[in-house]
């Protein structure tokens, strides 16, 4: 079998039963224990198990059924459980919490705080390890994506311009404050849309649709609103973006065009005090 995907999931055989779990075949990692709180019932020497293998603390491969906040290669918010004289330990869901090392910080880490971390294996000691400095382990390629296109986002650090965003657990992207209509912050993990690829790989990225399905999209919000709210909305194409922004969690330009759109229906008219169902 192929070696095991330390920090991930595999697919292991149980070879054999002992009174403080079960034995899985590792490969040339030879058999790795699942401790008995994590046997599943039922389970029978033979069965093929989905486990995630990390290292206890004498550094020896271990398996578990747990499923962690992530896995290798992943960029994640976790929290510092503990530090000691050297680094930060961050809770992850396991039994042994991931080790940042001090050289891995950007600035100390401090218990109870939480962090964007990547999570990788150092090619040295073979140990898993948390790193706070996320730059270095994304993707410098140009990103294959088009205006519209949908991806997930992890909020990484607010900055002047925005905040600067993990696209699909790979790319840079900023999120720009003209942008943003509701409270975010770091570790949020959300839905955005793909604005623009810059020359240089960087990634633009709203947190809203673009363009007509944008319109479409806020159309129906809007004609439910007014369905909800007795016919109106005091709301109309002269009133302050903020209390547009405030309202519905929207720009006024989306705002405009889904207004626009309904009066084309001819399902609303347009005054002085707003827009009212017909």
Not at 140 to 168: A, C, M, N
Not at 170 to 184: E, H, M, N, T
Request: aromatic fraction near 10%.
């Amino acid at each position: 079998m192929d070696r095991i995907k330390l920090g991930d999931y595999n697919r292991l055989k149980v070879v054999k039963k002992v009174d403080f779990g079960m034995y899985l075949d590792g490969g040339v990692e030879g058999e790795i224990l699942l401790p008995s709180r994590y046997v599943p019932e039922g389970c029978k020497v033979g069965d093929e198990l989905d486990v995630f293998i990390y290292l206890d603390q004498d550094e020896r491969p271990i398996a578990t059924t747990l499923k962690p906040l992530a896995k290798v290669g992943d960029f994640v918010c976790l929290e510092v459980a503990w530090v000691n004289d050297f680094g930060a330990f961050l809770n992850w869901g396991l039994m042994k919490d991931l080790f940042c090392p001090f050289r891995e910080q950007k600035k100390r880490m401090e218990r109870g705080q939480r962090y964007i971390v990547h999570v990788g294996v150092d090619d040295e000691s073979y140990r898993m390890m948390a790193s706070a400095k996320v730059e270095h382990y994304l993707c410098r390629d140009i990103p294959p994506y088009s205006h519209g296109d949908e991806v997930d986002l992890l909020v990484w650090q607010k900055t002047d311009l925005g905040f600067k965003v993990i696209v699909d657990n790979k790319y840079a992207g900023l999120v720009y404050d003209s942008q943003v209509f509701r409270p975010i912050t770091t570790g949020d993990r959300m839905k955005g849309y793909i604005d623009k690829v810059r020359p240089d790989g960087k990634l633009d990225v709203t947190i809203q649709r673009t363009g007509r399905q944008a319109t479409e999209d806020f159309s129906e919000v809007l004609l439910q609103y007014l369905k909800d709210n007795n016919g109106h909305c005091d709301l109309g194409d002269k009133s302050p973006s903020e209390l547009i922004a405030d309202r519905f969690k929207v720009s006024k330009k989306t705002f405009k065009k889904a207004v626009g759109d309904l009066y084309k229906r001819r399902v609303i008219t347009i005054g002085d005090d707003g827009i009212t169902l017909t």
